[in-house]
């Protein structure tokens, strides 16, 4: 009886969160999508798990393309899926059930929990007290979620005006994937920046380089605001943002357990 959580985070929330569950449902593996190196893989577990933060209303790009392309999901496996987003998710979970419909397969259980905001074009980080309650929040929905999943239970996966929700997020997506190249080239460095490179390290998709010991963004940007918000001078900005804005990141996760989750598979 083994789970394997597939994940994505760039900020820590969505690391968190699976390791959180993975404390409470026991024997489980978490795997960062963006370490899978191997074209195809088929997991050798009998329960999967899905754990991503919502980007524009929907998966972000790299963990849709890892499940349409590189996930062969086991026969009989049963399959749960937890969104986490700071305050709106519409048809995200839908899309990933659609996803997996296309490929043969049913969702088993699917949740959601508010985690902070890390999309500093919105704002900077959320208060103490509303991140320390939706911490609370997302820990106690994660417990119920752990013990239904250990007893392989049925959550009901579907929702009235689910292709409605469905539908915005389609429309939400085409605009955030015309923007992705396109905000890349916001980002840009200001006087604090010390040419240390973690920006680089802590690059999901291996987007960044140093370019005369500044950190230069290549054209596959996922948009997850890592090098952004794990800069340790508040070095790193985005055109049309105020450089004050206070900046977030996951206050139990420390930007190794991302490096390194990136080299662990
Ligand atoms: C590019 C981008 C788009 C986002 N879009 C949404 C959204 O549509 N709805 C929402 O509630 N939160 C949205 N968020 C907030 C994140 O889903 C949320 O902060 C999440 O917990 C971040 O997870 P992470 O720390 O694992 O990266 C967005 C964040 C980013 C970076």
Request: net charge positive; glycine share 8%; proline share 3%.
């Given at each position: 009886?083994?789970?394997?959580?597939?994940?994505?985070?760039?900020?820590?929330?969505?690391?968190?969160?699976?390791?959180?569950?993975?404390?409470?449902?026991?024997?489980?593996?978490?795997?960062?999508?963006?370490?899978?190196?191997?074209?195809?893989?088929?997991p050798d577990a009998d329960c999967i798990g899905f754990m991503f933060p919502v980007y524009a209303l929907n998966m972000p790009r790299i963990f849709d393309n890892f499940i349409r392309y590189k996930l062969q999901v086991p026969e009989n496996a049963y399959l749960f899926a937890i969104s986490n987003y700071a305050s709106l998710e519409f048809g995200a979970m839908a899309q990933l059930k659609k996803l997996l419909k296309s490929k043969g397969h049913t969702l088993n259980l699917a949740g959601g929990v508010k985690m902070p905001s890390n999309y500093i074009p919105f704002g900077g980080a959320e208060?103490?007290?509303?991140?320390?309650?939706?911490?609370?929040?997302?820990?106690?929905?994660?417990?119920?979620m752990a013990e239904l999943i250990k007893n392989r239970s049925s959550h009901p996966c579907h929702f009235f005006g689910e292709s409605v929700y469905r539908l915005i997020s389609v429309l939400a997506w085409r605009s955030f994937k015309k923007r992705l190249v396109k905000d890349a080239a916001r980002f840009y460095t200001d006087d604090n920046c010390n040419?240390?490179?973690?920006?680089?390290?802590?690059c999901p998709v291996k987007n960044i380089h140093l370019a005369m010991n500044k950190p230069v963004?290549?054209?596959?940007?996922?948009?997850?605001?890592?090098?952004?918000?794990?800069?340790?001078?508040?070095?790193?900005?985005?055109?049309?943002?105020?450089?004050?804005?206070?900046?977030?990141?996951?206050?139990?996760?420390?930007i190794n357990d991302l490096i390194n989750a990136k080299a662990d598979n």
């Open positions: 009886m083994k789970t394997i959580i597939y994940y994505f985070s760039g900020t820590g929330n969505t690391l968190a969160l699976a390791r959180q569950l993975s404390g409470k449902i026991g024997n489980t593996e978490t795997i960062a999508v963006n370490a899978v190196k191997q074209e195809r893989i088929k208060s103490e007290k509303t991140q320390t309650g939706k911490f609370l929040s997302a820990d106690a929905a994660l417990a119920a040419s240390c490179g973690l920006c680089m390290k802590v963004w290549g054209d596959n940007c996922e948009q997850c605001l890592a090098c952004l918000q794990w800069c340790p001078n508040q070095a790193i900005q985005m055109l049309g943002v105020n450089p004050a804005r206070s900046r977030y990141h996951h206050p139990d996760v420390n």
